[in-house]
Nanobody, 121 residues
Framework: QVQLVESGGGLVHAGGSLRLTCAASGSIFSVSAMGWYRQAPGKQRELVAAITSGGSINYADSVKGRFTISRDNGKNTVYLQMNSLKPEDTAVYYC???????????????WGQGTQVTVSS
């Protein structure tokens, strides 16, 4: 069984910073892409940032220059450093990872439970 556990959300004033962490655990054979999505009330879930096992990175235009995604392959952990936060960054942030579990013949997509980020103006 594979789990993704997120931490680091909270309430911050505009201009502040937060760091999100997502750790994958369980019977894992390999982890390829990992990423962060967010969903604001009344809106669709959207990609924030993603990183491959080789380090290729993709950001949403709205967060470029403010957010930084990184990962520790040895710990199966992905991070999202969020700086210069804006009220429009307020959302539930979800971690996503493409994982082959130890007893699985193919890759599956796993999601964390979500962590709330609230930016006050």
């Amino acid at each position: 069984q594979v789990q993704l556990v997120e931490s680091g959300g909270g309430l911050v004033h505009a201009g502040g910073s937060l760091r999100l962490t997502c750790a994958a655990s369980g019977s894992i054979f390999s982890v390829s892409a990992m990423g962060w999505y967010r969903q604001a009330p009344g809106k669709q879930r959207e990609l924030v940032a993603a990183i491959t096992s080789g380090g290729s990175i993709n950001y949403a235009d709205s967060v470029k220059g403010r957010f930084t995604i990184s990962r520790d392959n040895g710990k199966n952990t992905v991070y999202l450093q969020m700086n210069s936060l804006k009220p429009e960054d307020t959302a539930v942030y979800y971690c996503d990872a493409a994982i082959i579990c130890s007893s699985c013949p193919y890759e599956n997509d796993y999601w964390g439970q979500g962590t709330q980020v609230t930016v006050s103006s």
